[in-house]
Nanobody
Framework: QVQLVESGGGLVQAGTSLRLSCAASGRTFSSSAMGWFRQAPGKEREFVAAISWTGVITYYTDSVKGRFTISRDNAKNTVYLQMNNLKPEDTAVYYC????????????????????WGQGTQVTVSS
């Protein structure tokens, strides 16, 4: 079992930055790929970024490339999403998710590849 708790969301102005954190409990964190997804009002949940269990491999959706950075600290059981140059269209509830041990498939873009999800943290970007 893995429990995930996101933090760091808030209300910010366009062009500013936020760093989301996702603290994980459970013994499998260091062997699990981690992902960030988001869901805006009235829209489906969408993939944002993923990182392999070693942190060597990362993957981003096109709309956040060059602005967002995913990273992890396995010693702290935490994954981060640094979000720079935020835009109003980044407004959403952001969720972190843990994949299955030692699995990396389809760049981890598919929600079905993740077994555990956090409750989400709201990010609102005003123009």
């Amino acid at each position: 079992q893995v429990q995930l708790v996101e933090s760091g969301g808030g209300l910010v102005q366009a062009g500013t930055s936020l760093r989301l954190s996702c603290a994980a409990s459970g013994r499998t964190f260091s062997s699990s790929a981690m992902g960030w997804f988001r869901q805006a009002p009235g829209k489906e949940r969408e993939f944002v970024a993923a990182i392999s269990w070693t942190g060597v491999i990362t993957y981003y959706t096109d709309s956040v490339k060059g602005r967002f950075t995913i990273s992890r600290d396995n010693a702290k059981n935490t994954v981060y999403l640094q979000m720079n140059n935020l835009k109003p269209e980044d407004t959403a509830v952001y969720y972190c998710a843990a994949g299955r041990s030692y699995q990396w498939s389809n760049s981890q873009r598919v929600a079905g590849l993740y077994d555990y999800w956090g409750q989400g943290t709201q990010v609102t970007v005003s123009s």
